[in-house]
Structure formats: structure tokens, C-alpha cells
T-cell receptor, first 109, second 117 residues
Framework: TQLLEQSPQFLSIQEGENLTVYCNSS?????LQWYRQEPGEGPVLLVT?????EVKKLKRLTFQFGDARKDSSLHITAAQTGDTGLYLC?????????FGAGTRLTVKP | NAGVMQNPRHLVRRRGQEARLRCSPM?????VYWYRQLPEEGLKFMVY????????ESGMPKERFSAEFPKEGPSILRIQQVVRGDSAAYFC???????????????FGAGTRLSVL
């Protein structure tokens, strides 16, 4: 079983739509990272959240860390085709970081 | 500020040969992590190293796989006597030696895609 469960596993939407993907765990993390990975490339860090209840905005992306620091969500407003990719969350304690299996997002023109 | 550098980007080996994957961490980073990714799947942790020490190798197969991070030079992931099932993308990440939350942030290289014929 995965330490971090990401949902949905696959998501296909039209350009301009909004979406939310989730990252859930029964474990508490000192920080949580979101990465985006495009085909043939390594994961690229999008954001780190540290404080329970924290909300961070990165242009059209909004990241929230749950109050109990066990879960997180990523909301994308007005998705664009360039948002297509694999979105990975990773929970960290000390130098131990574990990844979810990812949400594979396809944004169609 | 150079990022995490992995080479080669693509590696083709025949069954039974050895594969050596190299990773140079970001400047100032002393922690290195290796992950494996199969097509359409997430990242699977293999091993975590600091300079000259293996800290956690719980995700690495006991047979044929080894990793090192010498005092000088890149980290090496070595796979001996490769089999077809070893075909995958192997990613290296590095992080800072720091006390705050920043130490948890891992930055990734572009990966080495290993194909075993």
C-alpha cells in the first residue's frame, strides 16, 4: 500500500476547466512537496508547504496543506494544455521523503 | 547554478552486462537519493546516501544493485548482470544538509533511461 494516496489517478479535461487533485495519508509530515513531471523529464518542484492549513498560490495553481499536515490538494484554475503532466506529491520527515503514485493530467485543446 | 546532472541520459545494455548510472548533485548538496520509475507509474525510492555513507537502502534490491557516493566525484548506481526487468527510468535527487524544512526539498535530475535488450 502507498504511504501517500493520490486521486484521481488519471484526469482528462478540456482547456479552460478547473480541477482539483488530492494527496492523502494517515501519516503526519513536517513538509509536503508537489512536483510536476513531463514525459522524458525529471520531476520539477512546484511548491513546498510546511504549516498546517497553509495555502500557497502559484499563478493559476493553489496548493493547500491540511490542518493536521496529513493531506494536501492542488487546484488548477482555467487549465491550459501546458498543464498536462504527472503531478506527484511527496511527504517528508527529516530526510525521508516518500512519493505518491501521481495524478496523470491531460488537458485537451 | 547547475542543477542535478545525470548521465548518460539513455543507456542500452544487453542482458548480463553491467550498467553504471552517474549523478552529480546540486552545488552544496550532500544528500543524494535514487529512484526508479516504470512507464505510467510514480517514483519508487531505492537508496539514500550522504558522502561516503549509505543511510537507507531499504528500497534497493539486495542482489545485483549497489550505490555509492564517494568523497570526491558523482554518486554511482551500479546494476550488475542486468535483466530485462531492470529497464526503467532511474532518477537521482539531491537535497541540502540543513536543519529547517528546506533540507527536505529534493531536486531532481533529468534521469537515465535504461533499456535492456
Amino acid at each position: 500500500t502507498q504511504l501517500l494516496e493520490q486521486s484521481p489517478q488519471f484526469l482528462s479535461i478540456q482547456e479552460g476547466e478547473n480541477l482539483t487533485v488530492y494527496c492523502n495519508s494517515s501519516s503526519v509530515f513536517s513538509s509536503l512537496q508537489w512536483y510536476r513531471q513531463e514525459p522524458g523529464e525529471g520531476p520539477v518542484l512546484l511548491v513546498t508547504v510546511v504549516t498546517g492549513g497553509e495555502v500557497k498560490k502559484l499563478k493559476r495553481l493553489t496548493f493547500q496543506f491540511g490542518d493536521a499536515r496529513k493531506d494536501s490538494s492542488l487546484h488548477i484554475t482555467a487549465a491550459q494544455t501546458g498543464d498536462t503532466g504527472l503531478y506527484l506529491c511527496a511527504g517528508a520527515n527529516n530526510n525521508d521523503m516518500r512519493f505518491g503514485a501521481g495524478t496523470r493530467l491531460t488537458v485537451k485543446p | 547554478n547547475a542543477g542535478v546532472m545525470q548521465n548518460p541520459r539513455h543507456l542500452v545494455r544487453r542482458r548480463g552486462q553491467e550498467a553504471r548510472l552517474r549523478c552529480s548533485p546540486m552545488k552544496g548538496h550532500s544528500h543524494v537519493y535514487w529512484y526508479r520509475q516504470l512507464p505510467e507509474e510514480g517514483l519508487k525510492f531505492m537508496v539514500y546516501l550522504q558522502k561516503e555513507n549509505i543511510i537507507d537502502e531499504s528500497g534497493m534490491p539486495k542482489e545485483r544493485f549497489s550505490a555509492e557516493f564517494p568523497k570526491e566525484g558523482p554518486s554511482i548506481l551500479r546494476i550488475q548482470q542486468v535483466v530485462r526487468g531492470d529497464s526503467a527510468a532511474y532518477f537521482c535527487a539531491s537535497s541540502l544538509r540543513d536543519r529547517g524544512p528546506a533540507k527536505n526539498i529534493q531536486y531532481f535530475g533529468a534521469g537515465t533511461r535504461l533499456s535492456v535488450l
